[in-house]
Nanobody, 127 residues
Framework: VQLVESGGGLVQTGGSLRLSCAASGFTFDDAAIGWFRQAPGKEREFVATTSFSGGVKNYADSVKDRFTISRDNAKNTVSLQMNSLEPVDTAVYYC?????????????????????WGQGTQVSVSS
């Protein structure tokens, strides 16, 4: 199983970045995919997740209306479009996969529910 993130970098406040996660080694369209982030000295926190079909998407309140998660099951990829970035968004961003089914319009936001993790990509936002 492999999840590989890319697209991180340094951007100014108000800028945008698009992160990508390429997956292999498991049945991609049978897994919900989430993005988490970890800032220095803080715990890893939920950012966004999408159901196996992409029909359900959930966001942390702190990124709602700024970030958009999407997936392409034909390419085994998930993207995170991040707009209006702020210094508080500075963190290492991880994608993760879970075979836990979403319940209605809610997918898991718990780190413990995600079985597979990537190595992360650094996002830095300067003020």
């Amino acid at each position: 199983v492999q999840l590989v993130e890319s697209g991180g970098g340094l951007v100014q406040t108000g800028g945008s970045l698009r992160l990508s996660c390429a997956a292999s080694g498991f049945t991609f369209d049978d897994a919900a995919i989430g993005w988490f982030r970890q800032a220095p000295g803080k715990e890893r926190e939920f950012v966004a997740t999408t159901s196996f079909s992409g029909g359900v998407k959930n966001y942390a309140d702190s990124v709602k209306d700024r970030f958009t998660i999407s997936r392409d099951n034909a390419k085994n990829t998930v993207s995170l479009q991040m707009n209006s970035l702020e210094p508080v968004d500075t963190a290492v961003y991880y994608c993760a996969a879970t075979r836990l089914r979403c319940s209605g319009y809610v997918c898991s936001k718990r780190r413990a529910d995600y079985e597979y993790w990537g190595q992360g990509t650094q996002v830095s936002v300067s003020s």
